[in-house]
């Protein structure tokens, strides 16, 4: 094949990708890199309780779309359940109901959350309802008192709820804090108190009860803060600094005294409360909020394709990345893996496993396939039945070492499931084969290559701007190609291979 | 340092093996005739075919069931070799020198049951040895008795001899001689030594081994150099015809020489391996070039052994 037919079909692909890149970019405003807020959240909340073999109900507070955060794609997982959702202002809840129930009941309420930025109050602003402050007795006296104080020392209602917060924040509160507050309160007391008191001194307050998105968690413990109504709109306070508003990553739940989950016909309520954070380009949460311009390409892209599919492609279109490293690796560099592409589908599974486990998992799980490879060697077995043999060891082994480091408490343990068994077995194959054809170190040798380039691919394929990169811009991969092309005319010396012909440095060139 | 000494080896014209797959394997050899190469038995049937002699072929296994008629089939034989038919790299090669009792006994010295030699064969169907796994078959084969001259020279094994061929042009050979690390075999990536023969003479030079050069044989301790290779132009003969037999531009021929019936043709390579360079001190690519540029003066095998014999020489610096 002629070498300047390669050289512009390569120059045609690479121009045609990065051309589509750069008119992306230029004129369409997709972002370059991925941004730093740009995740989608999602939340749930599992409520488990004991039924009493009755009729029961729960009801669960569910959060709404507000200026900040939009709610989407909501599930609610019960067996069995009747399920009912109503907006009860402020807040919104789902009531689950049953006519008869018996023993440990589990369901979830599910949501993704995406951070938008709307100027304007998604909800109707609703103004307070004027109720009672429920001080009795001495606790009115104190009260008042602290209101006195706190009146005397503050301009305006924002900063009147501030200076109360301050008390609060006192490591020994004065004793008539301390008398109001009782014995080991929790911070919702504290806010449940604040929100009392300063409704006793005439401003309208109510507390809101939510969740930090800020990093991956399970049991998430829920946050409280104020809101203060100032004529026109609630404001919310900062729990900690006392000043106006509050962290762009708090999601409001729900707002008032009532607890998140109410229960009849049963016992042992728990509300536990988890997120999980989605890597979502920013480009999706662009779509979202409207700042991209939606031309034609845009409908014909990945960025159309459901979440979940798009998250498959995330991955997919890391695979021919990988399977460019290994062309660098194995005709630039010279290594030698087992299997071509081998190392580029154990690259695959490092991502659930994390890279240190993912080695350690497929060292102990070839180590130990090798030597029972060895064993059912003696018995002489016909290749194909071999095979199969290693094939059902290797998922044996799998399933136990879940197990064990299961038993151990080592959740990671648990990712060896995504090894690809085949290429496993067929690895711990081959891998035998050279040890008996070209002795141990060879063998040592070639499995110590696939794993470094396993690695390397890993590590490549893992690059959060990489990821971004090729899904935003999957017309790169035709530079890949292009790339790819011209490596496979790339007749110089691999890198390994210098040192091979080393002792034929001391010729001279002029022959020996 | 790494780029000087890239730059060196390109000026000797080593070949690499990005370079050999790219503009010699893919460039000349066409796929098409690739099952002649890789399927020892095609190639033995058109070795015959075309008069070139060839270790007698015993018979053949073709399948599964075949395995129990092996003891009946080999109970005249004292000695023989299987080998898998599309196997490579010298694997899957099983040499037996003779008998024991109902025991067979390999070259190596090692007793072997019938029920070893039995999987052993069941292992070559099963594609074990062959490229890409493939169901294969297993050729049993008349043992070469390899010429007294390299007794001094080879532990166990047959020493064999390969020689490059390119576009019909003898370019480069080597004498591979098995070590005891090898195993018996001859397969310089085994542990085999490769020693560079002198194309206008037949005359051994220096050995490589493991990518080091040497002098000496290792386990024997005897010289290498300077033996003269017996029926050097019959095996130059043999080797040059062997790319009008099979079509393919760039070829590695390994030839053994019997004590009886002199030189054979074993088998034939489309990738042949790069250490021969080591072993001659002298590059492929510069010597390739040369063939091409006088392409047209070689129309005959005796004008192209000719030429080989003129340019390839060690008295006989290649022309620039």
Same mark, same amino acid.
């Given at each position: 094949m002629?070498k300047t037919h390669?050289?512009v ?9 990065l051309?589509l890149?750069?008119?992306k ?5 997709f972002?370059?890199?991925?941004g730093?807020e740009?995740?989608t959240w ?8 004991e039924?009493g073999?009755e009729?029961?109900?729960l009801?669960?507070f569910?959060p709404?779309?507000?200026r900040?955060?939009?709610?989407? #794609?909501e599930? /609610?997982?019960s ?6 959702? &109503?907006? *009860? @202002?402020?807040? $919104?809840?789902?009531t689950w ?5 018996s023993g ?9 959350v995406?951070?938008?930025?709307n100027?304007e109050p998604?909800n ?5 309802a004027?109720? #009672?402050p429920? /001080? ?7 009260a008042? &008192?602290? *209101? @006195?104080?706190i $009146?005397?020392?503050?301009?305006d209602?924002e ?6 917060l301050?008390h ?9 804090l ?7 309160p ?11 008191v300063?409704t006793l001194?005439g401003v309208?307050?109510?507390v ?6 800020k ?5 998430l413990?829920?946050?409280?803060w104020?809101?203060i ?10 729990p900690?600094?006392?000043?106006p508003?509050i ?6 739940w729900?707002?008032?005294?009532l607890?998140m ?13 988890s997120?999980?954070?989605?890597l ?6 662009a ?5 991209i311009?939606?031309p034609?390409l845009l ?5 159309s394709?459901p979440l979940?599919?798009?998250?498959v492609?995330?991955?997919l279109?890391m ?6 490293l ?11 893996t087992f ?5 580029v589908l154990?690259?695959?599974a490092?991502r659930?496993?994390q ?27 016909l290749?194909v ?6 094939l059902?060891?290797?998922?044996i082994?799998?399933?136990a070492?879940?197990?064990f ?5 080592i ?8 090894f690809?068994?085949?290429i ?8 035998s084969?050279?040890?008996?054809e070209?002795?141990?170190?060879e ?8 794993l470094?380039?396993?690695?390397l691919a890993?590590l490549?394929m893992h690059?959060?701007?990489?990821q971004?990169?090729f ?9 890949l190609l292009a790339?790819t ?15 091979r ?8 060139s002029?022959g020996? | 340092?790494?780029f000087g000494?890239g730059r ?12 050999r797959?790219a ?6 050899n ?9 399927d020892?038995l095609r190639t ?6 075309a ?5 007698e072929?015993y018979g053949?296994?073709?399948s599964?069931y075949?395995v129990r008629?092996l003891?009946?089939w ?6 023989f070799?299987?080998k898998?038919?599309h ?13 024991g009792?109902?025991?067979y ?6 007793s072997?049951?019938q029920?070893e030699?039995?999987h052993?064969v069941?292992?070559?169907?099963g ?24 007794d001094?020279?080879?532990?166990q ?6 020689i ?5 042009v ?8 098995p070590?005891r ?5 001859a397969n310089l990536?085994?542990g ?5 023969i ?6 051994t ?6 990518h080091e050069i040497i002098?000496?044989?290792p386990d ?17 003969d043999?080797a040059?015809r062997?790319?009008e ?10 030839l ?8 054979l043709?074993l ?8 250490a ?5 001190a002298?590059g492929?690519?510069h010597r390739a ?5 006088h392409l047209q003066?070689?129309l005959t095998?005796?004008a192209?052994i000719?030429?080989a014999r ?10 620039p």
């Amino acid at each position: 094949m002629n070498k300047t037919h390669l050289y512009v079909l390569a120059f045609i692909l690479a121009a045609v990708g990065l051309g589509l890149v750069i008119y992306k970019v230029l004129v369409l405003n997709f972002p370059l890199s991925p941004g730093a807020e740009s995740y989608t959240w999602n939340v749930e909340a599992k409520v488990t309780f004991e039924a009493g073999n009755e009729p029961a109900k729960l009801t669960l507070f569910t959060p709404r779309t507000t200026r900040r955060y939009a709610v989407t #794609n909501e599930a /609610f997982v019960s067996q069995g359940y009747g399920l009912v959702t &109503a907006i *009860v @202002d402020p807040n $919104r809840q789902a009531t689950w109901s049953i006519r008869q129930a018996s023993g440990l009941q589990t369901l979830y309420y599910r949501a993704e959350v995406v951070r938008v930025n709307n100027q304007e109050p998604i909800n109707p602003i609703q103004p307070p309802a004027i109720d #009672n402050p429920s /001080f009795e007795g001495a606790d009115l006296t104190v009260a008042r &008192a602290l *209101v @006195d104080r706190i $009146r005397r020392r503050s301009a305006d209602h924002e900063t009147m709820a501030a200076d109360l917060l301050k008390h609060f924040r006192e490591p020994q509160p004065d004793d008539n804090l301390a008398l109001l507050l009782g014995k080991h309160p929790t911070e919702g007391d504290k806010m449940e108190l604040a929100a009392k008191v300063l409704t006793l001194a005439g401003v309208p307050a109510r507390v809101v009860h939510g969740i930090a998105l800020k990093e991956q968690k399970e049991r998430l413990p829920v946050v409280h803060w104020l809101e203060i109504y100032n004529q026109k709109w609630w404001q919310a306070i900062d729990p900690v600094t006392g000043a106006p508003g509050i962290p762009d990553h708090y999601l409001a739940w729900w707002r008032g005294p009532l607890s998140m989950a109410r229960l009849t016909g049963g016992s042992d309520l728990h509300v536990t409360l988890s997120v999980t954070r989605e890597l979502e380009a920013a480009i999706n949460t662009a779509v979202v909020r409207g700042q991209i311009k939606k031309p034609l390409l845009l409908n014909f892209s990945l960025l159309s394709l459901p979440l979940h599919s798009q998250q498959v492609y995330r991955i997919l279109l890391m695979v021919p990345v990988g399977g460019f490293l290994l062309v660098i690796l194995r005709n630039i560099i010279g290594i030698s893996t087992f299997g071509t592409f081998m190392p580029v589908l154990i690259a695959l599974a490092f991502r659930e496993t994390q890279l240190l486990w993912g080695i350690v998992l497929f060292s102990s799980l070839v180590a130990l396939g090798l030597s029972i490879r060895f064993y059912l060697d003696r018995l002489k077995l016909l290749l194909v039945p071999r095979l199969a043999a290693v094939l059902i060891v290797v998922v044996i082994l799998i399933a136990a070492m879940s197990i064990f480091t299961n038993r151990l408490g080592i959740e990671r343990g648990l990712s060896v499931a995504l090894f690809p068994m085949v290429i496993m077995t067929m690895t711990i194959e081959r891998m035998s084969i050279v040890w008996e054809e070209r002795g141990p170190l060879e063998a040592i040798k070639q499995g110590l290559g696939s794993l470094v380039a396993a690695a390397l691919a890993y590590l490549v394929m893992h690059i959060r701007e990489v990821q971004h990169l090729f899904f935003v811009f999957p017309e790169l991969l035709l530079v890949l190609l292009a790339a790819t092309l011209l490596l496979g005319r790339y007749s110089g010396y691999r890198l390994l291979e210098l040192w091979r012909f080393k002792v034929l440095a001391h010729f001279s060139s002029e022959g020996p | 340092m790494m780029f000087g000494l890239g730059r060196h080896l390109a000026n000797l014209g080593i070949m690499g093996i990005n370079r050999r797959n790219a503009e010699f394997t893919l460039a000349h050899n066409p796929r098409r005739y690739y099952p002649l190469v890789d399927d020892k038995l095609r190639t033995k049937e058109i070795a015959v075919a075309a008069g070139l002699p060839v270790p007698e072929l015993y018979g053949v296994v073709r399948s599964e069931y075949q395995v129990r008629h092996l003891p009946e089939w080999l109970k005249d034989r004292k000695d023989f070799v299987i080998k898998p038919a599309h196997g490579s790299g010298g694997e899957g090669i099983l040499v037996i020198a003779g008998r024991g009792g109902a025991n067979y006994r390999t070259v190596g010295g090692l007793s072997m049951s019938q029920e070893e030699l039995n999987h052993h064969v069941f292992n070559i169907l099963g594609g074990l040895y062959s490229l890409g796994g493939q169901t294969d078959a297993a050729l049993i084969e008349y043992r070469v008795r390899f010429d007294p001259m390299f007794d001094y020279i080879c532990y166990q094994g047959v020493p064999d001899v390969r020689i490059i061929i390119f576009l019909g042009v003898p370019v480069m050979a080597m004498l591979r001689l098995p070590t005891r690390v090898s195993g018996g075999k001859a397969n310089l990536h085994q542990g085999a030594i490769g020693v560079g023969i002198d194309l206008a003479s037949g005359a051994t030079l220096k050995g490589v081994c493991r990518h080091e050069i040497i002098g000496e044989h290792p386990d024997t301790g005897h010289s290498l150099q300077g033996l003269v290779i017996p029926h050097w132009e019959t095996l130059l003969d043999i080797a040059a015809r062997c790319q009008e037999l099979t079509g393919m531009g760039y070829l590695g021929v390994d030839l053994v020489l019997d004590q009886d019936q002199g030189p054979l043709l074993l088998e034939l390579n489309a990738r042949p391996g790069l250490a021969i360079q080591i072993a001659n001190a002298a590059g492929l690519i510069h010597r390739a070039k040369l063939v091409e540029a006088h392409l047209q003066e070689l129309l005959t095998l005796e004008a192209r052994i000719a030429f080989a014999r003129r340019h390839f020489g060690v008295n006989q610096p290649p022309a620039p």
